[in-house]
């Protein structure tokens, strides 16, 4: 489904990833970790060419990002993606931020992308919600919207950039509630994220980073495992995440 | 003192306050939609587009605007001659709203840079992510948004503008103040004339821009 080739990637001289390749089958869920200012945010936004990288190439789908080719906007139509910071549109209502994608890229009629996006709205829990502002929503009830929207468009895989990490601790659950359910459908994800809990749960495999590059790759089980068998900068980083 | 000479003034001063709108009017929706336009330019990744953009800002914001309305008046028929041949008169009205129009269009430019500027890029990310195009994203997601912001500075130039409208007496229009001018120097009463002409000024902008205020306040929640 997504297929990484050696993903390099500089701001100007700093090198920000540096030969990243890795696959994603379909209906796998991805658990991409490591600490802050390793490369992870800005890996999964190459999958989606919101940033872009130099050398190396993303196959998303059997469509290739790095093709001069590439409609850039409609291979990104297929791949959801969920913001750390929601970003839902606050000049629109709810409704109106489910469905204006769905009418103005897809060009789907108005009665079925509303229809389409108030399933969806019922599904995160939030249908009492629908003709208010995403201001007046807490950031989790925001966060389960965006999901929503994203899922509005149908998409082959689902990216999410830290989807928890700018929420207060009470609402992290009810977001997570809503993508382990989506990982139990089978949906293809890729998920940055220090849930180490929800990682456990239903991840297939977990991606470790650091300094721009993939230092650990492998099976869930394996990762949990046996903490010694992982290279030296993960075990420092799990042993601080799981401590408490 | 005397203001009785004022009250059969009134339809006169009256025709020359609409001139004055309808000059106002149309400089704003015209410097507004060129300004945005600009600003777009201004914003692209293509450097000649944001050059070009960039140089009319600052050619048009240091000059005065008296210039810019005399040389549109002027020139511009002198200009037109040249290239075609003939006589081509544009006649002071449109050069006025047109004058106008390219001068404001200058302010109003970065008047909305900085309004899509101060949307985060965050929202540009999750319009793109949704498979927009830029056209899409900045006319439905980013623009709306930006000029929601903008409105009590977009508000404050259009006081300006109402103000500025009173240069077009050197090309002859007669708008509100010229009207009010002409009408005193008739019979002799042009201080009382321009009294009131300023009290009018005053009281329109006044309440104008406590409007601006009271929005300000509205819209910062």
Known sequence: ?244 | MDFSGVIPAIPGMWNGMLMTLQLMVMGIVGGIIIGTILALMRLSSNKLASRLAGAYVNYFRSIPLLLVITWFYLAVPFVLRWITGEDTPIGAFTSCVVAFMMFEAAYFCEIVRAGVQSISRGQMGAAQALGMTYGQMMRLIILPQAFRKMTPLLLQQSIILFQDTSLVYTVGLVDFLNSARSSGDIIGRSNEFLIVAGLVYFTISFAASRLVKFMQKRLAV
């Open chain 1, 1 to 244: 489904m997504i297929s990484i080739k050696n993903i390099n990637k500089w701001y100007g001289d700093f090198q920000v990833l540096t030969d990243c390749s890795t696959e994603v089958k379909k209906g796998e869920v991805i658990v991409v970790c490591g600490p802050s200012g390793s490369g992870k945010s800005t890996l999964i936004k190459c999958v989606n060419a919101l940033e872009p990288f130099q050398k190396g190439d993303i196959v998303v789908d059997g469509t290739s990002i790095a093709d001069p080719k590439t409609n850039l906007p409609k291979l990104r139509s297929r791949v959801g993606m969920v913001f750390q910071h929601f970003e839902l549109f606050p000049h629109l209502t709810i409704t109106e931020n489910l469905t204006i994608a769905q009418i103005k890229v897809l060009g789907r009629s108005k009665e079925e992308a509303t229809k389409k996006g108030l399933q969806l709205l019922e599904r995160v829990g939030l249908s009492d919600h629908a003709h208010k502002h995403p201001g007046q929503l807490s950031g989790g009830q925001q966060q389960r919207v965006a999901i929503a929207r994203a899922l509005a468009m149908d998409p082959v895989v689902m990216l999410f950039d830290e989807p928890t990490s700018a929420l207060d601790p009470e609402m992290v659950n009810e977001v997570l509630d809503v993508m382990v359910q989506l990982a139990h459908e089978g949906m293809t994800m890729m998920c940055v994220t220090h849930e180490m809990g929800f990682a456990r749960k239903v991840a297939d495999r977990v991606i470790f980073m650091d300094k721009g590059q993939i230092v650990e790759d492998c099976e869930k089980e394996e990762f949990f495992g046996d903490v010694n068998a992982r290279s030296e900068r993960a075990q420092q980083f799990l042993n601080k995440i799981l401590q408490h």
